[in-house]
């Protein structure tokens, strides 16, 4: 008897074991289909741009099935570019890139990312050397501009409201807000736009160099989105779903806590806290699609076409697809067509 049972015993616990590698190997099979399903998405971003690292970091790209790569640019309009070679799926910006990205092509808007409000306008400050007293001194300088940005448009309007005529002043492309801010510290330009607590922090004490105005002062407001190319959105609409409901959750995190924001940003690009502090409340995103949001592109498109810098109009209806936005965040599209 005590032979049979244990001979039994035996027989049970190799079953069991069995029973657990099988189910093990199940488990493992269910783990990596899991993760094939994962869609990859290549994101343009910035590094002062939470949102994104937000949705990485707090876990809700992968709770939406989104296997993310961020792809650092030196302004929101390069990452715009990025697309044009598919070093990036999916980018955002002002409206001026994302009007010049969708009448390159097969390229669509799919969410705004929120409207300039007279507070965040405010963040635009326009710095100039010291020789530079009030607009009108402007006259035969060189200002500064980022390539692909709406900032031709703003120096446009300012300078039109001061009676000063793009003719009357050198437009200097760059890359970057930093190379700007190296230039007009040296002297070799002689005004510039920048933005971003972190960088304007920069000029307190500088030089030769005093803020004349900001862009609340002037009529000039922009909205913002979120714009991907055709082909991305056909193969995969219901990725671009889960991707705006995950940007969408993660800029409701980042609105309200702002400490742990202000902690993974210094620890992602060494951010200073006090800086994201500053800028969280006045640049908060809100994907969406609104009558005001369109207003914002028709009035910008208008601009471009009229100055020749679109040089074929388009209907921007047929640029907007905002289908993946209805389906993934219905109440947040008041916008009909």
């Given amino acids: 008897m005590l032979v049979r049972k244990t001979f039994l015993s035996s027989a049970i616990l190799l079953l069991s074991l069995s029973l657990v590698i099988v189910l093990s190997g199940c488990s493992s099979q269910g783990d990596a289909a899991a993760s094939e399903t994962k869609l990859k998405i290549k994101i343009a971003d910035i590094n002062t741009n939470p949102t994104f690292r937000v949705a990485l970091e707090q876990g809700y790209f992968a709770k939406h099935g989104i296997d993310a790569e961020l792809v650092d640019f030196g302004t929101p309009a390069e990452g715009v570019n990025s697309l044009f070679i598919k070093q990036v799926d999916v980018a955002f910006g002002a409206d001026f890139p994302l009007l010049n990205a969708v009448a390159k092509g097969e390229y669509s808007i799919i969410a705004s990312a929120g409207l300039a409000t007279d507070e965040s306008a405010s963040e635009w400050k326009l710095f100039v050397r010291d020789d530079i007293q009030n607009p009108e001194d402007l006259k035969g300088k060189k200002l500064s501009f980022m390539r692909g940005t709406f900032l031709p448009y703003l120096w446009d309007e300012y300078l039109k409201e001061h009676h000063v005529s793009l003719d009357d002043v050198e437009l200097i492309g760059q890359g970057a807000f930093d190379e700007a801010y190296i230039a007009l510290k040296q002297g070799d330009l002689d005004a510039a736009w920048f933005v971003g607590s972190a960088l304007i922090d ?79 409340p006045k640049n908060i995103w809100e994907v969406g699609f609104t009558q005001a949001a369109y207003d914002s592109l028709a009035n910008q498109k208008k601009y471009m076409v009229d100055t020749g810098l679109i040089e074929n109009d388009f209907d921007l209806n047929s640029k907007l697809n905002l289908e993946p936005l209805k389906i993934a965040l219905p109440e947040k599209v008041t916008y009909q067509k």
Avoid at 208 to 237: A, C, W, Y
Avoid at 242 to 260: C, I, K, Q, R, T
């Fill in 202 to 280: 920069k000029f307190v004490g500088l030089e030769g160099v005093h803020e004349l105005t900001d862009m609340s002062q002037t009529t000039v407001r922009l909205g913002s989105g979120i714009v991907t190319s055709d082909e991305f959105l056909k193969n995969n609409p219901e990725g671009i779903e889960n991707f705006l409901a995950a940007v969408d959750e993660a800029a409701v995190y980042a609105a309200s806590h702002a400490e742990e924001v202000a902690d993974l940003m210094y620890k992602e690009v060494k951010q200073p806290k006090e800086a994201t502090l500053k800028d969280l």
